[in-house]
């Protein structure tokens, strides 16, 4: 029993002895060999840098994560696919995708895999898309950069929603009287309306990605979608 468990302490301290000497290699050719010739010599990597990113992959991950073990943050990315005017670092397994988002206009740059990269050289401009990315560590340096995860092409349907016109209290009063004061068929037809209107604000809320943000997202929204406005026309 005394031999395995000095066995066990003498191979705890050989591993930590080994990590040890690994964690302190990699901030002694971080600091004082790469980034330094990095930092002076613009646009060029040090010739070590292709087997340093491979024998230092997860202390260059762990430090790049802000020195924590923070599980992948995703981001997704809903617009329209705008034609972006160079393409010149194909080659170099990098692209870069205009979106015109439903909030903003963005301009994202990115890795991926092969197979990936080159399907997305196939969607045409002006498609709408969603877009997954995760991250990968850059090849140049120790941070991170966009990776391309996944993409869908949307076949988008019209916007379904009925845009809200100015009211007086006393009108909304009337319409919504009438709306809720129905009864028999006339209540049934009105209802109807209703939940097909709200069916197709949700169908079109999911596939434009417009509620990603909200709580809820496009489950919330729904129901508010039902204004004096959509009240009025199902009236009439």
């Known amino acids: ?18 990590i040890g000497i690994y964690v302190s290699t990699f901030y002694f050719t971080r ?14 990597t040090h010739s070590i840098r292709s087997i ?12 790049a994560n ?43 740059g990115f890795t991926g895999k092969q197979s990936i990269l080159k399907e997305f050289d196939e969607i045409k401009y002006g498609s709408y898309v969603r877009m997954v990315f995760g991250s990968a560590l850059s090849k140049k340096h120790d941070r991170f950069i966009n990776r391309l995860i996944s993409f869908e092409v949307i076949d988008l349907m019209d916007d379904p929603r009925i845009e809200d016109e100015d009211y007086s209290e006393e009108q909304v009063q009337q ?12 209540k049934t037809c009105v209802a109807k309306f209703t939940r097909d209107y709200q069916d197709r604000v949700l169908e079109h809320c999911l596939q434009a990605g417009y509620a990603q943000h909200i709580g809820g997202g496009c ?16 009236l009439e």
């Open 66 to 108: 802000g020195s924590s073990f923070q599980p992948e943050k995703r981001d997704v990315y809903y617009g329209t696919l705008k034609e972006y005017s160079s393409n010149s670092s194909k080659e170099r397994g990098h692209r870069y995708a205009k979106i015109d988002t439903p909030d903003s206009f963005m301009s994202i």
């Open 219 to 234: 489950y919330h929204l729904s129901p508010y979608s039902v204004t004096t406005s959509v009240r009025k026309l199902a």
């Open 175 to 186: 319409i919504q009287d009438i709306y809720f004061g129905l009864k028999g068929e006339s």
């Open 1 to 18: 029993m005394r031999k395995l468990i000095s066995l066990i302490i003498y191979a705890l301290g050989v591993l930590t002895l080994l």
């Open 52 to 63: 340093y990113n491979v024998i230092y992959y997860p202390m260059r991950k762990f430090v």
């Open 31 to 44: 600091n004082k060999i790469v980034r330094p010739y990095e930092a002076d010599n613009d646009n060029k």
